[in-house]
């Protein structure tokens, strides 16, 4: 079993739309976990923590299930911006434990 | 500060040959980790250096993988009588420490083996 299960879509929305991702995590003991962007050919980029508590940045809120053991991604107001692949990830002792990503396209 | 670095950006290398990839962390950060991703893939676990502590050298496909971190900053990853099948984009992250702080990725080294 995977470390981290995301479902990798792809996603299609309309500008404007509001999508979630869901990510599932397997260890219990995992203590931080984070959504990264990768945009086709780049390395990923920090796209915002998951806190206990959930966050929001702007169109992004991020929120984490620990009884669950999931982790979520909220984006509102789709921009053609957006349009990329989202990875998830939980860290453990030695390792970040990326998912596989999901992928989003964003429609005009 | 400069973010992570890595190079060289691009590297064609012959079927058994030998390469080392290069990542220079952020100044500061004492854990260092290696991923690699092939085309349309999910990032593979390769390595993980903390400090002055003994690696995690748990993702390592083979033993014609190897890592070293000299002085606990600058990286190198040597691949060793190259297959087809090493062909990827080998990403380097660092992170101030381990545990709770974000990664930042260097922009990767794209190895093809022919």
């Given at each position: 079993r995977k470390?981290?299960?995301?479902?990798?879509?792809?996603?299609?929305?309309?500008?404007?739309?509001?999508?979630?991702?869901?990510?599932?995590?397997?260890?219990?003991?995992?203590q931080s976990f984070f959504w990264y962007r990768q945009d086709c050919r780049k390395e990923p980029k920090l796209l915002m923590s998951v806190y206990s508590s959930g966050n929001e940045d702007g169109r992004f809120t991020a929120q984490l299930n620990r009884a669950s053991q999931y982790i979520s991604l909220l984006i509102r107001d789709s921009k053609l911006?957006?349009?990329?692949?989202?990875?998830?990830v939980a860290v453990g002792a030695n390792n970040l434990f990326f998912g596989t990503g999901t992928r989003l396209t964003v429609i005009p | 500060?400069?973010?992570?670095?890595?190079?060289?950006?691009?590297?064609?290398?012959?079927?058994?040959?030998?390469?080392?990839?290069?990542c220079d962390p952020i100044s500061g950060h004492t854990a260092l980790y290696w991923y690699r991703q092939s085309l349309g893939q999910g990032l593979e676990f390769l390595i993980y250096f903390q400090g002055n502590s003994a690696p995690d050298k748990s993702g390592l496909p083979s033993d014609r993988f190897s890592a070293e971190r000299t002085g606990g900053s600058v990286s190198t990853l040597t691949i060793q009588r190259t297959q087809q099948e090493d062909s990827a984009v080998y990403l380097c992250a660092s992170s101030l420490r381990r545990g709770n702080t974000e990664a930042f990725f260097g922009q990767g080294t794209r190895l093809t083996v022919v």
């Open positions: 470390e981290v299960e995301q479902d990798p879509g792809p996603f299609n929305v309309p500008e404007g739309a509001t999508v979630a991702f869901n990510c599932t995590y397997s260890n219990s003991a995992s911006s957006d349009s990329a692949t989202y990875l998830c | 500060g400069a973010g992570v670095s890595q190079s060289p950006s691009n590297k064609v290398t012959e079927k058994g040959k030998d390469v080392e990839l290069r």
